[in-house]
């Protein structure tokens, strides 16, 4: 029996599957690796800033402006279309085997693909609200109002709802995820490095019979998984489902 093969007889036998995802779900669908990327030289600031420190909120409050053209650019790929990933994972949701997307990603493509239940750990480039009075606005609210956005009711600056670097996670979030995993009898981590915490550490919550590492590197669950597949998200999950039918 093949991993995958082996994937979806854990499947077909689970009732309450929970997908926790990073990255590498993302990077299939054309989005680079936020972590992989290189130090970026800012010419009007005359420094090197890392992706990290630009993606800070005290970057953000400092560099109001640079924050936002760096955020358009390395922030926002609208272009970017679901993978068989994120259809797989929608598909399993439909047929009641999986109940929740856990994930780090900020693209929305979860919810294109047709998931219901997404808890989007850092956030969503989807939405933006005002700094100042909560006014809610979409992402093409931030995409048009160059350089600065501000808000039409009372003129605060207008925030994607990413958590930035230094920005706490919500709380509710939080506590959805850490139930959903917590009550999971299959957790499926894939394209994660298992690093970037606390959104690493939820997955020790887990207490079921299943847990599945789908990705291309080692991680620090490994040892502790009933399946490691090294391998594509999106075949691994595709022909899963496909083997459900």
Known sequence: MT??????????????????????MSTESGIPDFRSASGIYNQKLHKTFSPEEMASYSFFLRHTEDFFEFYRARFVYLDAKPNAGH???????????LKAVVTQNIDGLH???GSQTVYELHGSIRRASCVKCGEHYGI??????IPVPHC?????????????????LDNEIIANSIRSISEADTLIVGGTSLIVYPAAGLIDYFRGDNLILINKTATRADADAQLVIRDSIGVTLARAVELLA
Not at 140 to 145: G, R
């Open 140 to 145: 093409d609210f931030v995409m048009e109002n």
């Open 111 to 113: 919810q294109q693909a």
């Open 87 to 97: 259809i797989a994972l929608a598909e399993l949701e439909r047929r009641g085997i």
């Open 3 to 24: 991993d995958i093969e082996k994937l979806g007889e854990i499947l077909s036998h689970s009732s309450n599957a929970v997908f926790f995802g990073g990255a590498g």
């Open 152 to 168: 039409e009711k009372c003129g605060g600056i207008v925030k994607p709802d990413v958590v930035l670097y230094g920005e706490q």
